[in-house]
């Protein structure tokens, strides 16, 4: 369809819940995709052209799947790309009803960056009830 981009990571449920344009007009959209073998959603980050076309040079073409940690479920809620070309994403992961809020910081490749919390990855204290991020 002309005007839109249609990236399927699984067939079972993918979803993007934020979608930003950075200044050189690269397009880059946050969200989720559900793991088959365990019914689990991971989060998942795509960057494209302004002209629509998957960055071949950012993540497996186009497209990047963190696991962020071992945990039953995770939920990337919003992102922004920095003057540097950094890429900041931010949720919540949880095991039942137990989350924590997560901030994840990549690289403009894609590649998570290792200096920034574990591996790439901030988390927020254990045992919350509930934690959502709206807004980065």
Excluded: K, N
């Excluded at 959209?29 to 960057?47: D, K, V």
């Amino acid at each position: 369809v002309a005007g839109m981009l249609v990236v399927e990571i699984d067939a079972r449920g993918d979803y993007a819940r934020s979608v930003w344009v950075d200044e050189s007009g690269q397009i880059t959209a946050a969200g989720a995709w559900m793991q088959p073998e365990s019914s689990c959603y991971r989060s998942a980050l795509i960057r494209c052209s302004a002209g629509g076309t998957l960055l071949s040079a950012f993540g497996t073409s186009g497209i990047h799947v963190h696991p962020l940690v071992a945990t039953e479920h995770h939920d990337i809620r919003c992102g922004a790309v920095a003057e540097d070309g950094s890429i900041y994403l931010a949720g919540y992961t949880s095991i039942g009803w137990d989350t924590q809020g997560v901030v994840v910081r990549f690289h403009a490749d894609g590649t998570a960056d290792e200096g920034f919390g574990a591996d790439g990855v901030a988390l927020g204290e254990e045992g919350g009830r509930f934690f959502d991020a709206l807004y980065i």
